[in-house]
């Protein structure tokens, strides 16, 4: 028999998905958990719309990922640090650093969403990759000067 996922369920597929399963199988272990419903044609029409509207939305979000992506990448970050010879800081700028000087300039990013291999310790310009979406990263540029 035919029947759509509700919820994800391990080795049988992601919510909104129409699988074949046994009858036992639906009768006796998905719908008393509410993991599954039988695939009518109204319930099947159900599941087309709501996919539909995500779809939608998905790429609504995307979209807006993008403009502020490319909002980003106008925005200068400016890291001030007490520098020695050879253009060697005092200290480093960390994800961290950049996230809170991303935040003094309206927008708010959470550490992890910046991609920073390792700590920057020079003076100069860095371009920095911040995870705006899945599908979208904006590349920022982070100058680093001599305090």
Do not use: C, W
Request: aromatic content about 6%; charged content about 35%.
């Amino acid at each position: 028999m035919k029947a759509i996922l509700s919820k994800a369920v391990p080795g049988l597929g992601e919510a909104g998905e129409v699988v074949e399963v046994s009858p036992g199988y639906f009768r006796n272990f998905l719908r008393p958990r509410e993991l599954a419903y039988e695939a009518t044609d109204k319930n099947l029409q159900v599941v087309s719309r709501v996919k539909q509207q995500q779809q939608r939305a998905e790429v609504r979000e995307q979209r807006e990922a993008e403009q502020l992506a490319a909002r980003l990448a106008q925005i200068p970050i400016r890291v001030l640090l007490k520098a020695g010879e050879n253009e060697r800081t005092f200290g480093s700028v960390t994800a961290a650093d950049i996230a809170d000087k991303l935040k003094e300039a309206g927008y708010e990013f959470d550490k992890r969403k910046i991609a920073l291999d390792e700590p920057i310790k020079r003076l100069g310009l860095y371009t920095v990759h911040v995870k705006v979406h899945p599908k979208v990263e904006a590349k920022i540029k982070v100058l680093v000067e001599k305090a």
